[in-house]
């Protein structure tokens, strides 16, 4: 039985995803349960980040080309003349549901603050 995240059968294309970025590091793909009007997971490839929890100062090289890539993506997708939010839920606390570190990018409405 595989025990692959829903994330690793995306990146190993197991699954469809709408991805709107790829290069040798990280995917980038629509949210399913999209709670804006724009919202995008960027995801490394690698399986060894289960969560921002997981980072290291060998792996800090990965997150920043990673926020780069959200950087570029929020212009191209029309976000940062208004404003966008990029969140990484970090465990149970957080309501974390798929153990692959991801972060959400979402743009196209407005944001309250502090979140829930
Ligand atoms: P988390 O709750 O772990 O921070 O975020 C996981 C996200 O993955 C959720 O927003 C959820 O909608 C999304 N998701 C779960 N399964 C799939 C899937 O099969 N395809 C896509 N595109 N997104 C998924």
Known sequence: ???????KKIIDK???AQVVYEDELCLAFRDVAP???????VIPKTTELKSLD???????????HIFGVIQRLAREL???????????????????????????????????????
């Not at 039985?1 to 994330?7: E, G, L, R, V």
């Not at 003349?81 to 743009?107: I, M």
Request: glycine share 12%; with cysteine; proline share 9%.
């Open 14 to 16: 197991e699954i469809p």
């Open 35 to 41: 709670q804006a009007p724009t919202h995008v997971l």
């Open 54 to 64: 997981d980072v290291t100062p060998q792996t800090e090289a990965l997150i920043g």
């Open 1 to 7: 039985m595989s025990d692959k995240t829903i994330f």
């Open 78 to 116: 029309g976000l940062a003349e208004d404003g966008y939010r990029v969140v990484s839920n970090c465990g149970e606390n957080a309501c974390q549901t798929v153990p692959h570190l991801h972060f959400h990018l979402l743009g196209g409405r407005g944001f309250a603050w502090p979140p829930g």
